[in-house]
């Protein structure tokens, strides 16, 4: 998923006084598409809620855009580091991992970079996996990696 935000607006029709503020892009895999048509009814039904055009346009980090795009009970965000809880995810391949259903890696940020992930994309130590899903499904990947979400959320 990308996300682009634009403080002031972007018109995209002349004439129109109406101004965009943000822009999704997301891509999926081919083999599970209703995952994908899950992922943006959940996307649609926040961006309709009161309250998210202020949250929105107020967040000051990619942490709290990211935030006020998805509730935190539906992310999760981890930290790979050597020796902790999800070490054992350093050198797996996506596509090797084993996610609860509904759920799915949406961004990875690199030695601050950020990267798109495909199922080739291997894990590297110092990694940091954002995790967007059905509740249950990020519920348990919360569980699993229950330390590294502690450290994460300090």
């Known amino acids: 998923m990308v996300?682009?935000?634009?403080?002031?607006?972007v018109g995209f029709d002349e004439g129109s006084t109406e101004l965009i503020c943000a822009l999704f892009f997301l891509v999926s895999p081919d083999d599970d598409p209703g995952l994908h048509l899950r992922i943006l009814a959940q996307l649609a039904s926040r961006i309709d809620e009161a309250g998210f055009m202020s949250e929105w346009l107020a967040a000051n980090t990619e942490q709290k855009l990211k935030e006020a795009l998805i509730r935190e009970e539906r992310m999760l965000v981890l930290r790979l580091s050597k020796g902790g809880p999800a070490s054992s995810l350093i050198g797996l391949r996506l596509s090797e991992m084993s996610l609860?259903?509904?759920?799915l890696i949406a961004m990875i940020r690199r030695a601050g970079e950020l990267i798109i992930p495909s199922g080739a994309t291997e894990l590297q130590a110092g990694d940091r996996?954002?995790?967007?899903?059905?509740?249950?499904?990020?519920?348990?990947?919360?569980q699993r990696y229950d330390e590294a979400v502690q450290g994460e959320r300090a």
Do not use: Q, Y
Request: hydrophobic letters at 35%; zero cysteines.
């Open 3 to 9: 996300l682009v935000r634009a403080r002031r607006g």
């Open 100 to 103: 609860p259903d509904g759920t």
């Open 129 to 142: 996996l954002t995790v967007i899903g059905r509740i249950e499904g990020v519920s348990e990947l919360r």
